[in-house]
């Protein structure tokens, strides 16, 4: 059960700082008006509500990194993802603390 919590919420073993290095894209899932009130540097703002009409902005040949305010809503937007054939994307939870591990 908690590894499959840590999976779905994102878990302290990815190296993010990593992922961004090699290319992997960011997608703030919060509302426009969260996402400019602070983001991080570089990343795309696609609300999770409108998520599956815009996949086509993501490319499904990077990684991706979900987050928004908590985890939340970027654990509903890493499994929406997968089931739309991204290969790999991961959860980093609130954008705060994803800020935080790229700087």
């Known amino acids: 059960m908690f590894g499959f919590l840590k999976n ?3 878990g302290n073993s990815v190296d993010y700082k990593e992922l961004v290095k090699n290319g992997a894209q ?3 899932v919060r509302t426009p008006a969260e996402f400019n ?3 991080v540097k570089g990343a795309k703002n696609i609300p ?3 998520l599956n009409q815009n ?3 993501i490319n499904k040949n990077k990684p991706v990194i979900t987050c928004c305010a ?3 809503r970027s654990a509903a ?3 929406i993802l997968l089931n739309s054939g991204f290969s790999e994307v991961y959860n980093s939870g609130g954008w705060h603390g994803l800020n ?3 700087s």
Do not use: E, T, Y
Request: aromatic fraction near 4%; charged fraction near 15%.
């Open 8 to 10: 779905l919420f994102g």
């Open 26 to 28: 960011i997608i703030d």
């Open 37 to 39: 009130g602070g983001h």
């Open 48 to 50: 999770l509500q409108s």
């Open 55 to 57: 996949l086509g902005k």
């Open 70 to 72: 908590s985890g939340a």
């Open 77 to 79: 937007a890493k499994s």
């Open 100 to 102: 935080n591990k790229l």
